[in-house]
C-alpha cells in the first residue's frame, strides 16, 4: 500500500475503553474504532502512532493489531495499538497510527500465556524493523494538535 500511496497506511480515532485484557497480559493497548475504513490486510503490525496533544509532538513506536482475536473469541474486527515506551493516558484522545511493516497474520492460541509469549515476540519484531526503518514515513504532524 505504501508503494501505491506514497506513504505508509494510516488509521485515525479516538481511543474506547476496551475490556482491559491487554493492560491484564502486561501490554496495555489503545483501542481505537475503525468506523468505515477501507482496512488492509488483518494481522500484526510495526507501527508509528501520534497523540492529538502536543506533550509527544513525535511519533511513538508500537505494535498494532487489526482482526477478530480469535483467541479471546472476538467477534467484530477491531485494532488495538500497544506503544512501547509510553505511559499516558490515552482514552478519549485521538491517535493516528501509521502501519509501516506487516509482521504475520492473526492466529487462535491455545490460551493466553501463549498469546502472550506471542505478543512479546511481536514487540520485539517490530522493535528490531523500526530500529532500522528507512520506507516511506507518515506525514507530518504539524504544530500539535491535529483533527481527525
Partial sequence: AAAILGRAWEIAGRVEHGQKLGRKLGFPTANITLGDYLLPKLGIYAV?????????????????????????????IQFEVYLFDYSGDLYGRHLRVA????????????????????????CDQARQFLAQYQGPTPGPLGGGNFVL
Avoid: C, M, N
Avoid at 508509528?48 to 482482526?67: M, N, Q
Avoid at 502501519?99 to 505478543?119: C, H, N, S, T, V
Fill in 48 to 76: 508509528r502512532a501520534a497523540v492529538d496533544e502536543t506533550d509527544h509532538p513525535a511519533w511513538i513506536d508500537g505494535v498494532a493489531s487489526l482482526g477478530y482475536r480469535p483467541t479471546v473469541g472476538g467477534q467484530e
Fill in 99 to 122: 502501519l509501516l511493516e506487516f509482521l504475520r497474520p492473526e492466529l487462535k492460541f491455545p490460551g493466553l500465556d501463549e498469546l502472550k509469549a506471542q505478543i512479546a515476540a511481536d
